[in-house]
């Protein structure tokens, strides 16, 4: 093998420590190592984790694996016990030196107890347009549904200072876009000195690395989006008008059953103050459809929301009881409803995404090429190119078309 495997499930985190992975496994002379890097998020992610880990050691029958990630750190027992796996490391202790090299079969410390966030800095992103920075860890929120915070841990920030010098980094090794990442991003700060803001952070990373093309920034909590962050997206064209939000319902009883701290007045105002400042601004969402008390009436609201708010894109999940969490005991909607209710979220997604490319029709679009003759958008759009180009290159591309879900641009 060429250097050691990282096989990354699950979100944009995921995605960041998994290159800090492969450099810390390579540190500690692992060059044969398989290392899962596992998510957490719904009981079906633990077992596609499980499926995979038994895939890889078919594939891979005398390669060392190494299981960890948020799975590993909320049931290590399961995958200790797995005849595939040689070694479990929880969340708290991958990153660290030699965390990876031989040691006890199970490392997993308490969660909880994690030291602030202060990640490797990495070198590159494997040659791919788009990078991804950690600038936060951990959730100090306990949303009804959610396994996340005892995976993760509490809130912690990585400083300003760190992440600036991560994005150069990275934007000198040549990418071309930067996504800021973390479990709760909104929260950046709350636990420095002074309290900066996430809109702070923004502002220092933009000001700091002049060079960086593209900034763009992962889920965000609609109760958190501080006003900095508005000025921002007003005033520098370099954060891009995408913003994707937990927004997981917009009936307020529901949100209220899963603990979440916004309802859906306050973010119809949020929607209304963010495009005030940046009119072309794009939206996203997570939606959980059906969860647990969920009434025709409640859902109808969620549903409604699409349109109400101007959503674009959206994420869609059928509610899935993830064990441990209050919701779990909570009197469940039957399955085939949740799975209909889904698919009418979708439909109405689609609709919307098919109606703003529509909108797009005519214009001429800067597009981060990301492989071939496919790109994005600043807005997040998926785009087909006429002509092949070098990954990471930007172009000023005519949209002459909509198909599949994609803008066709035509390269100058």
Wanted: aromatic share 4%; net charge positive.
């Amino acid at each position: 093998m060429s250097g050691p495997h990282v096989v990354t499930l699950g979100c944009r985190l995921n995605a960041f420590e998994a290159e800090a992975l492969r450099g810390r496994a390579s540190a500690d002379g692992l060059s044969d190592a398989v290392i899962v890097n596992t998510c957490a998020v719904t009981a079906e992610a633990e077992r596609q984790a499980r499926q995979a880990i038994r895939r890889l050691r078919r594939e891979r029958p005398g390669a060392r694996i190494i299981v960890t990630g948020c799975a590993a750190q909320v049931n290590p027992r399961a995958f200790a016990g797995m005849p595939e796996v040689d070694r479990v490391v929880g969340n708290a202790d991958k990153l660290a030196d030699g965390a990876l090299a031989d040691g006890a079969p199970v490392a997993v410390s308490d969660i909880m107890a994690a030291a602030p966030v202060a990640p490797p800095l990495i070198e590159g992103f494997g040659g791919r347009a788009r990078a991804f920075v950690q600038v936060q860890q951990g959730c100090d929120h306990r949303c009804t549904f959610c396994i996340v915070p005892f995976a993760r841990g509490p809130s912690r920030s990585v400083a300003a200072e760190h992440v600036v010098a991560q994005v150069a980094r990275l934007v000198d090794a040549g990418a071309a876009e930067v996504v800021l990442t973390g479990v709760d991003i909104s929260s950046w700060g709350r636990h420095l000195p002074d309290r900066p803001t996430l809109g702070d952070l923004v502002r220092r990373v933009l000001a700091g690395v002049p060079s960086l093309g593209r900034l763009r920034l992962s889920t965000l909590d609609p109760a958190a989006v501080d006003d900095a962050l508005v000025r921002v997206l007003a005033d520098d064209g370099r954060l891009m008008p995408h913003l994707h939000l937990s927004l997981q319902a917009a009936d307020d009883t529901v949100l209220k059953r899963m603990k979440r701290r916004h309802t859906r007045a306050a973010v119809s105002d949020l929607c209304r103050r963010v495009r005030a400042a940046r009119p072309d601004v794009a939206f996203g969402a997570d939606l959980i459809a059906g969860f647990p008390t969920e009434t025709d009436a409640m859902f109808a609201r969620t549903l409604a929301a699409v349109d109400d708010l101007g959503l674009t894109y959206l994420h869609v999940f059928p509610y899935s009881p993830r064990p441990g969490t209050p919701a779990a005991r909570m009197p469940t909607v039957p399955g085939p409803v949740r799975a209909e209710r889904a698919r009418r979220l979708r439909r109405a997604g689609a609709a919307a995404l098919e109606r703003f490319l529509g909108g797009r029709v005519g214009a001429t679009e800067p597009v981060v090429v990301e492989r071939g003759r496919e790109g994005r958008s600043p807005h997040y759009a998926p785009v087909r190119l006429d002509v092949d180009a070098q990954p990471g290159t930007v172009l000023d591309v005519r949209v002459t078309g909509v198909a599949d879900g994609h803008l066709i641009g035509q390269a100058p």
